[in-house]
């Protein structure tokens, strides 16, 4: 059985949470490898709707095992609340299984997160405020505090009043805020602790004896491909690596592992947060596309910013990512529209750009070239068969799989778990 990454390649919110949920009713084990609660990943069951932020979407079936990785930056309060609100709807969350490599969100990455925004000004991020990416940094710089860490009461102190004294003399000196007190912190953490204990484990080898079992193992990727630290739009990107190579390193598997990967669109486009969108629609299609698709934040409740496909920056993904198929999400949202534009190269200072342009420059200063495509202007959300969808719908699924260069296995015309037309012959 096979390792499946399932992975964005857009700016996010491109509908993972519903493709992981609809594959994982034949996954035995579903692992989340980076990120942390920045993401917001929406599954809809029958008149239930479920918002989540880090625990796997797994979850939700009994049969799966949801994993949350070494590469996931955790903050114990949202999780344990999570659990909890979960518990509460009668999900069962004692198969949940946390790595005690994850390194955790503190009080500081918050505050920090915070003001390093604030003080950018008009430049900056427009982050999530989950302190994602001052606690990526302290890892990188080898002065995170783990997981596992909350197993030592002792070592836990001791960490937290290193990272501390430093943490607070930035609070304090550099950004004028007040100081953080670190004993405060530690009875909080290490209340955490006492509930989190019973799902700390070795989740790499967890997943390697899935693997080797013959399990089926889905590694769910948050954010996307163009918010990839190394290759996405930086600096207007996310502090972690969600294309599909990044599951070797934040779940502990090689390459060979993953033998399928799915990469998830939208018909369109949205992006939270600054930075370039070559595509953007002009502000009447936007407000349609925001309206219809109804393109608000999962995580932050922020208005997306909403545009035509990028079929340059989907080629970029499908390479990046080595894709074998796509799902296109969400298509049932253009059936308000005559007429569908795709982004099909970029245009700057009177160059054509058919390849996404190494340097940011020209792609933060191109212009989208469009091509067009006519609509289906009828309802598409009862379609479950190829054979169902109106002929100009099925032709603009065909155009976009000529110009990402990926089949398309499934196309999904609905929020609801069901809502989807199986376009090929592939596993469910
Ligand atoms: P994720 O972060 O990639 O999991 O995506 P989000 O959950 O943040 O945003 C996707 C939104 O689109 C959610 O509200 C989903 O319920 C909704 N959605 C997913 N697929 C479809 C679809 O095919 N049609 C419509 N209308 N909504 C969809
Ligand atoms: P899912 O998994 C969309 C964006 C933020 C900001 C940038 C950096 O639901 O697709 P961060 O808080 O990560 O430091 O913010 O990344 N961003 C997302 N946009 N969907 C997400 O997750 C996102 N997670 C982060 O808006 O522009
Ligand atoms: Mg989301």
Redesign the pocket.
Known sequence: MPGIALV?IQ????G?GKVTDLLASTTDVVVRYQ?GN????TIVVGDERYALHLIPTGILYEHCTPVIGPGVVVNPSVLLEEMDQLASRGIDVSRLKLSGNAHLIMPYHLELDMVTERRLGKNR??????G??PTYADKAARIGLRVQDLLDPKIFTEKLAVAMKEKNLLLTRVYGRLPIDPKEVTEEYLAYAERLRPYIEDTVLLVQRALDAGQSVMFEG???TM?DLDHGTYP????SNPIAGGAGPGAGVGPRDIDRIIGITKAYCTR????PFPSEADPTDAEVLVEVGREY???TGRKRRCGWLDAVAGRYAARLNTLTELVVTKLDVLSEFDEIKVCVAYEYQGERYDVFPPNQTIFNKCEPVFESFPGWRTDITKCRELEDLPKTARSYLEAVERLVGTPISWASVGPGRDEVVKMADVQT
């Open positions: 964005g700016w996010g919110d491109e993972k990120g920045n993401a917001g990943h991020l427009g982050t999530t405020k989950r994602i990416g948050a954010q996307a918010l207007f990107v996310t502090s939270v947060g600054s930075g934040g999962t995580t």
